[in-house]
């Protein structure tokens, strides 16, 4: 059974808070991260803010029509994709590239990874963002593979 962590963010600043624990725990060895949610819900919010954290100097922006961004200047390198103007047929065509940026010390976000049907045959951590009743965002973790780095478990320390 897959481990979980969740945590509810009310304000940006708990959001903040989330993202630099995350940073601190992603910059020993990299990470792939699968990112879902509505329009709007707060995953680039929060890729933003781990950039932020990770020293990240770049103006980090969506990807949505330019499919990959690159960032370079932080404590080790971040990419940012987004699936969205793919679909799932797009998705398939990218699929052997999605697997090179799983690999080594760096940071790959997927936003929309609904697109990819579930199909990621690798390793990854998946963050579901929701919103909530009470007008927060509930950021759900949960790794999916093998060899988690103890990322699930050092989110509750």
């Not at 945590?7 to 959001?15: G, I, M, N, P, S």
């Not at 808070?17 to 995350?22: D, G, H, I, N």
């Not at 398939?92 to 690999?103: F, G, H, P, Q, V």
Request: with cysteine.
């Amino acid at each position: 059974m897959n481990k979980v962590y969740s945590q509810k963010c009310y304000t940006l600043e708990d959001t903040n808070k989330l993202a630099q624990k995350f940073a601190q725990i992603v910059k020993e060895n990299g990470g792939f991260v699968s990112l879902y949610g509505e329009i709007g819900a707060g995953k680039t919010a929060f890729v933003k803010l781990v950039a932020k954290a990770l020293g990240i100097e770049e103006h980090v922006t969506s990807p949505t029509f330019v499919i990959l961004n690159e960032y370079h200047s932080g404590e080790i390198p971040m990419y940012h994709f987004d699936l969205y103007r793919l679909e799932n047929e797009g998705v398939k065509t990218i699929m052997d590239e999605l697997r090179e940026y799983s690999d080594g010390r760096k940071l790959t976000f997927v936003e929309w990874a609904e697109f990819s049907d579930d199909e990621m045959p690798f390793n990854h951590l998946k963050i579901n963002v929701t919103y909530t009743e009470d007008d927060a965002r509930q950021y759900e973790f949960e790794f999916l593979g093998e060899d988690n780095n103890n990322i699930i478990e050092r989110l509750y320390k």
